[in-house]
């Protein structure tokens, strides 16, 4: 998780991303920000991001976010 | 009536009463209740505008906004849109230049309205739309309207770091329009994919196209476009068979590999423009969707939209670079060099535009203006204003323009133009910023802030989103105990790019 915040911080440094459960469905991270946080995940957890990955419930918090990243790290 | 816009929503509405003109996630509007709502609001502005007056609208994207345009204009107007999720200081600074009597205002927005420096009148769209027609008073305000008067006026970057408002008129839009519809032969059974916020200038082809042919648009919801699955679904759903889109929008679904998972079935024409496809992109598109027509168009806001465009007849491959092609129609483009001498065949000079398509000028700044919009420097007789774009280009063999980069330091990233001045006055604003130079990286699309001072990034960033809008917001800060510079003194970029 230490890690994440660190990248979602360095991402957007004016987002509570601890309390935000809608990045996505109140438009906090737009498509830049997808773009750049999809590439800073894959490099930094070493995992694949799909298109079908890349529905709003896996990155509307933090969490869910992580949550995507362990079950793509476990596949 | 008189060539303006409004002629074309006369006759399709005749034409078209019944047909759903626009639609977004949650309602649609035909053109006959766009026409009522715009006439509507023409009426509630007619009696209380001066015709030739400028009127803000600060709305959102969905189906009334376009309705709102047309109902400033119904009223002998013109429109200033502005997007309520940029900064209050930004809005302020298009304020302080339009100095509009009127802003109409979507309910949703109230609270931004309220932090404005605004002291005229503010009009509820919602409550405004049901103002009863008066068709006498709207007849006298349409007569006041000649295919010279003003349009809209749409905001873009400035390297002072104050926004210019370029003014478009009624003929420069709808010889824009004519020529657009007529390559990608847009048809009263087509529908437009609208991935353009209604403030800016790629919007104006989902607004026109549909008054001038029938045609209809669907607004695709922002936060689809990060979302390749859920976005080609929409496109689905909606059977849109014509995308006008930046080239970063038709990038993305590309980049995120959206076609894995399915593509836009219905789709037949694309065009794209705002900054130079990645052709590596534009091959994933042609291999999913091979008989779809692809056009690229090149031009400044200021020549209105586009004012060239090439047909892609070849499958690219990942190092073809496209051609920005010939000028649509009405539209005149010449090279020069930097002392306005005509560029030899073959060489690279400025690419300069003529005709009736260039805009009026930037609003209240004729000094701006002078130096954009000048006497063609080849044309001794008779007045012949042509447009200075600041961007380098050259003929090639077979008669298609070549695009050369920028002259200056302006950027284009994700379809949106940036001055890197601006970004650095900006930086400079901070405190414990001391020295700072802005740079782009093209190839991975990130705005990068090289600084020297004790200010930390967040800082920085955080001053950035208070002030200019999210895509002007630099992704990677760089802080240097010096920035390295050159035996004359000149900044030393390439050192600079070293560190990308």
């Known amino acids: 998780m230490e890690e994440l915040m660190k990248i979602l911080e360095e991402l957007r440094p004016d987002v509570d991303f601890e309390n935000e459960t809608g990045l996505i469905a109140n438009g906090i991270l737009d498509s830049f920000d997808i773009v750049s946080l999809v590439n800073e995940l894959s490099d930094a957890f070493d995992v694949e991001i799909k298109p079908s990955d890349l529905i709003p419930d896996n990155f509307n918090s933090a969490s869910a976010i992580l949550a995507l990243v362990e079950r793509l790290q476990d596949e | ?500």
């Not at chain 2, 209050?88 to 932090?115: G, T």
């Not at chain 2, 196209?209 to 669907?218: F, N, Q, R």
């Not at chain 2, 936060?223 to 689905?236: A, D, I, R």
């Not at chain 2, 001391?434 to 990034?457: I, V």
Request: charged share 20%; net charge negative.
């Open chain 2, 1 to 500: 009536m008189n060539q303006t816009v409004l002629k074309w929503l006369e006759q399709t509405v005749k034409t078209h009463t019944d047909k759903v003109m626009l639609t977004d996630e949650n309602s649609s509007l035909t053109f006959g209740e766009f026409d009522r709502i715009s006439k509507a609001i023409g009426t509630c502005l007619a009696g209380k505008v001066a015709p030739a007056s400028p009127v803000v609208v600060m709305s959102g994207r969905h189906v009334i906004t376009p309705a709102a345009f047309l109902g400033v204009v119904r009223a002998g107007c013109f429109y200033a849109p502005m997007d309520a999720t940029m900064p209050v200081s930004r809005l302020n600074q298009i304020l302080k230049i339009i100095k509009s009597k009127y802003m109409l205002v979507d309910r949703a927005f109230a609270n931004v309205a309220d932090q404005l420096d605004f002291d005229g009148e503010r009009l509820y769209i919602d409550e405004i739309a049901e103002t009863p027609i008066n068709e006498t008073l709207l007849a006298r305000a349409a007569e006041q309207l000649l295919p010279t008067s003003p349009l809209y006026v749409i905001f873009t970057s400035g390297s002072t770091g104050v926004p210019k408002g370029v003014i478009t008129s009624h003929q420069s839009l709808m010889h824009y329009i004519d020529a657009v519809a007529g390559v990608l032969d847009i048809q009263e059974n087509d529908v437009l994919g609208s991935q353009s916020p209604f403030d800016y200038i790629a919007a104006v082809r989902d607004i026109y196209l549909p008054l001038k042919t029938g045609a209809s648009t669907v607004v695709v919801p922002k936060n689809e476009f990060s979302m390749p699955v859920q976005l080609f679904e929409t496109l689905n759903r909606h059977k849109v068979t014509t995308l006008c889109w930046s080239v970063a929008g038709i990038e993305l679904p590309a980049k995120l590999g959206g076609f894995d998972c399915g593509k836009p079935e219905h789709l037949k024409k694309v065009c794209f423009s705002g900054s130079v496809m990645a052709c590596k992109y534009l091959k994933i598109w042609q291999e999913h969707l091979p008989d779809v027509l692809f056009v690229n168009q090149y031009g400044p806001t200021e020549a209105t939209a586009s004012c060239t465009y090439y047909v892609v007849s070849e499958k690219v491959d990942d190092s073809t670079v496209l051609p920005i092609g010939k000028p649509y129609e009405n539209y005149g483009i010449l090279l020069l060099n930097e002392d306005d001498t005509p560029t030899a065949p073959g060489e690279i000079g400025e690419i300069c535009v003529k005709g009736p398509v260039l805009a009026l000028g930037y609003y209240g700044d004729a000094e701006r203006t002078a130096q954009a919009f000048i006497q063609n420097p080849l044309n001794p007789n008779y007045r012949e204003l042509i447009y200075k774009t600041g961007d380098l280009g050259r003929w090639m063999e077979d008669g298609n323009l070549a695009f050369h980069g920028r002259k200056d330091r302006q950027i284009k990233h994700m379809g949106h133009r940036i001055e890197l001045g601006e970004l650095e006055k900006t930086a400079a604003e901070v405190e414990g910023v001391s020295q700072c130079c802005a740079m782009y990286n093209k190839d991975k699309e990130l705005l990068y802030l090289f600084y020297t001072g004790d200010a930390t990034s967040k800082e920085i960033v955080l001053h950035f989103r208070a002030v200019l809008p999210a895509f002007m917001v630099p992704r990677k800060l760089i802080r240097l105990d010096e920035l390295p510079r050159l035996p004359n003194g000149k900044l030393d970029m390439q050192t600079m790019k070293n560190l990308f």
